[in-house]
C-alpha cells in the first residue's frame, strides 16, 4: 500500500465514450501528478499539479482533461480517445518541494480504447 | 537533450549478484532515482543518490557517478521476489524525473 489509490484498475471504452479516472493520495503531498505508461516505452509525464494549480502540460491532445479539486484527489477526464491512447495511466504525488522529491505512484489503471 | 539509457532486459541466477546500469544526459542534473515495479503493480521507490559514490540499502546498492552521467542498482541475494523492473529516472532542474523505459530483471531457481 503506497498512500496513493487509483480507480478503476481496468477500463474498457469506444472511441465514443466519456468516462473519469481518479487517484486519491493520503500522504500530505501537495503535488499529484498523472503519467501514460506504454509497453517498453518510457514513463511519459502528462500533467503536474502544486497547491491545486497545474504547473505542467506535457502537449497532451485535448481529448485528456485533468482536474484537481484539492491538494488529496486528481481525475483525467477521457473523452473520445482512439486506440492508441489504450496505456497504463499512473498517478503519484511528491511533496513537491526540495531535491529529494520522491514520488509516490498508485498501481495504476489499465485502459483499453476499443 | 534529456536521454536515458538502460538495457532492456537482463536474467540472473538466484543467489546471485547482478548490476543495472543506467547513463543519462539531463539538463540541470539533480539527481537519480531508482523504482522497482512489479507487473500489474505500482512503481516503489528503491534509491536516491545526488552525489558521487555508493549507497547502500540492505540487498540494494545504487551508485551514481556525476562527471559519467553513469548509475548502475546492484541487487545481492537475488531472491525470486526481485523478478521485476527496474526504472532508472533523472532528476531536472525543474525537478521533474525523466525516466527510462525500464529493465525487465528475470531470476531463474
Known amino acids: 500500500e503506497t498512500g496513493v489509490t487509483q480507480t478503476p484498475r481496468h477500463l474498457v471504452m469506444g472511441m465514443t465514450n466519456k468516462k473519469s479516472l481518479k487517484c486519491e493520495q493520503h500522504l500530505g503531498h501537495n503535488a499529484m501528478y498523472w503519467y501514460k505508461q506504454s509497453a517498453k516505452k518510457p514513463l511519459e509525464l502528462m500533467f503536474v499539479?502544486?497547491?491545486?494549480?497545474?504547473?505542467e502540460n506535457n502537449s497532451v491532445p485535448s481529448r485528456f482533461s485533468p482536474e484537481c479539486p484539492n491538494s488529496s484527489h486528481l481525475f483525467l477526464h477521457l473523452h473520445t480517445l482512439q486506440p492508441e491512447d489504450s496505456a497504463l495511466y499512473l498517478c503519484a504525488s511528491s511533496t513537491g518541494q526540495g531535491e529529494s522529491n520522491i514520488q509516490y505512484f498508485g498501481a495504476g489503471t489499465r485502459l483499453s480504447v476499443l | 537533450g534529456q536521454n536515458i539509457d538502460q538495457p532492456t532486459e537482463m536474467t540472473a541466477t538466484e543467489g546471485a549478484i547482478v548490476q543495472i546500469n543506467c547513463t543519462y544526459q539531463?539538463?540541470?542534473?539533480?539527481?537519480l532515482f531508482w523504482y522497482q515495479q512489479h507487473a500489474g503493480e505500482a512503481p516503489t521507490f528503491l534509491s536516491y543518490n545526488v552525489l558521487d559514490g555508493l549507497e547502500e540499502k540492505g540487498r540494494f546498492s545504487s551508485f551514481l557517478s556525476r562527471s559519467k552521467g553513469y548509475s548502475y542498482l546492484l541487487l545481492k541475494e537475488l531472491q525470486m521476489k526481485d523478478s521485476a523492473s527496474y526504472l532508472c529516472a533523472s532528476m531536472d532542474s525543474n525537478y521533474q524525473l525523466i525516466w527510462g523505459a525500464g529493465t525487465k530483471l528475470i531470476i531463474k531457481p
Open positions: 539531463t539538463s540541470g542534473f539533480n539527481g
Open positions: 499539479y502544486n497547491f491545486k494549480e497545474q504547473t
